[in-house]
């Protein structure tokens, strides 16, 4: 009898999942009790990461070479189609920072008219607690804030982390978000390719902004896929 490899074993993991997974799904899918190794979950992440069988469409979500025509359809994503592929990082960067903030026990907020834009097969609007933005200031600087990507509340209802999503669109228009909300104690975030990190050091460094220039993060989206499984884990551990 033939022995099933690891590597098989995730193959055919994403293979029933559709062609596609995440790395949050093999993890919970997959029966390492065989495996002769204290930490599976790397094992996983290693054999995605170096199996030519395997492509990365995001960081943290993988497919099938033999199923990629089908998987990119599936999300409407044309690899090397700027606005095909602008569409699908912001849903779905957007889709984890609501997963990371629920796993923290923080109420999520996105935009009204972000609610039908997708999480891979998920709409954003099934995913996040609220598109009813909390009535927790005045009314102009409401107006501003409800524009914001993804916002964490706490218990009080209050703001806590505020995150823009720029793919392709001006980080300044992000930081002038933020600028208008400096007054509140929260933190603020741009979430981009690690390419943008310079454009986005350049433009927080004009003079107007140097009140916020402190507080304002640069979040790389693998950064951002590896706080998702950062907290995965952590969950994994307390249950």
């Known amino acids: 009898m033939k022995k099933i490899t690891q590597e098989t074993q995730v193959v055919d993991a994403i293979?029933?999942?559709g062609g596609y997974s995440t790395l949050k799904r093999l993890y919970e899918v997959i029966d390492s009790s065989s495996w002769k190794t204290k930490t599976p979950n790397e094992s996983i992440r290693r054999i995605v990461q170096q199996s030519p069988r395997i492509f990365k469409i995001q960081p943290g979500l993988w497919a099938l070479q033999e199923c990629r025509d089908e998987v990119l359809r599936k999300f409407e994503l044309k690899i090397g189609n700027k606005q095909s592929e602008e569409i699908f990082s912001h849903g779905y960067y957007q889709g984890l920072l609501i997963e990371i903030g629920k796993l923290q026990n923080f109420t999520t907020y996105i935009p009204p008219q972000d609610k039908h834009k997708k999480f891979i097969e998920q709409y954003l609007g099934d995913l996040t607690d609220t598109t009813e933005l909390p009535n927790f200031t005045y009314q102009n600087l409401l107006r501003r804030a409800k524009t914001i990507d993804v916002i964490?509340?706490?218990e009080r209802n209050m703001p806590s982390d505020f995150y823009e999503v720029e793919h392709t669109t001006d980080i300044k228009n992000s930081l002038s978000k933020f600028y208008e909300l400096q007054d509140f104690y929260a933190n603020f975030y741009i979430v981009a390719n690690a390419?943008?990190?310079q454009e986005f050091e350049d433009?927080?460094?004009v003079s107007i902004y140097s009140p916020i220039a402190k507080r304002v993060k640069f979040l790389?989206?693998?950064?951002?896929?590896s706080m998702y499984e950062g907290i995965l884990k952590v969950k994994k551990f307390n249950w």
């Open 220 to 225: 790389d989206y693998e950064r951002v896929s």
């Open 152 to 154: 964490w509340f706490n």
């Open 15 to 17: 293979r029933e999942n």
């Open 203 to 205: 433009k927080l460094n």
């Open 195 to 197: 390419h943008r990190k």
